[in-house]
């Protein structure tokens, strides 16, 4: 077993639907030694999903879940999720919005990321909108995970200024840069 200065680390899920590219950014700090977590298993939604090269390439089990019957695939993930005694769960880039009920099962032990200052454009799109509103600010928040939308207790939250000249896609890669750099920030808050 992996150990924290001599306590375990906490065996953590990683949910995602893309790219991934916050599931590598977790996995490598996962595999360091001041890590409070390691990362044990990958859950997808989708069996296209980009993200889902990590877990091959750092050799994580990871298993693509179908979503068409949502009761039936949180069943089944729970199932999993004991089995390999998992007690931490991070949301990365993960589009589906899981249940009440699953979610009270890691009260305190979900967190997302979202790409903006919440609560504050909660829900898709938030780069398109926060342009369309010509906000100065834009960010991100990781947060506890409740049963209504992007609304669970702010963990940790980094702003970024929007330029004259923003596009959408220069915004999107500064915001992700920054989730980059509080999601494990914020886990060690949390769990170290
Ligand atoms: C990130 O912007 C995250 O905040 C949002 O979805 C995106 C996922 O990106 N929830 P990636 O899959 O981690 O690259």
Do not use: W
């Not at 977790?26 to 859950?43: A, H, T, Y």
Request: glycine share 6%.
């Amino acid at each position: 077993m992996e150990k924290l200065f001599g306590r375990s680390k906490f065996k953590t899920a990683i949910f995602i639907s893309g790219s991934g590219t916050n599931l590598k950014n977790l996995i490598i700090f996962s595999n360091k030694k001041k890590s409070p977590i390691s990362v044990n298993l990958i859950i997808s939604n989708k069996k296209k999903a980009k993200g889902l090269m990590y877990g091959k390439k750092y050799k994580i089990e990871q298993k693509v879940i179908n979503f068409n019957n949502q009761s039936m695939a949180e069943k089944k993930i729970l199932k999993l999720l004991i089995k390999r005694k998992i007690s931490f769960i991070c949301l990365a880039g993960f589009m589906k919005i899981l249940s009440r009920d699953f979610i009270s099962k890691f009260s305190g032990k979900i967190i997302n990321i979202h790409p903006s200052l919440l609560p504050k454009y909660k829900g898709m799109n938030t780069h398109k909108r926060a342009l369309q509103n010509n906000e100065r600010f834009a960010g991100c928040t990781v947060h506890y995970v409740s049963s209504k939308l992007d609304s669970g207790k702010i963990i940790m939250q980094r702003k970024v200024g929007i330029t004259k000249n923003e596009s959408l896609t220069s915004l999107k890669k500064k915001v992700l840069k920054l989730e980059h750099l509080i999601y494990p920030k914020a886990i060690k808050k949390i769990l170290a």
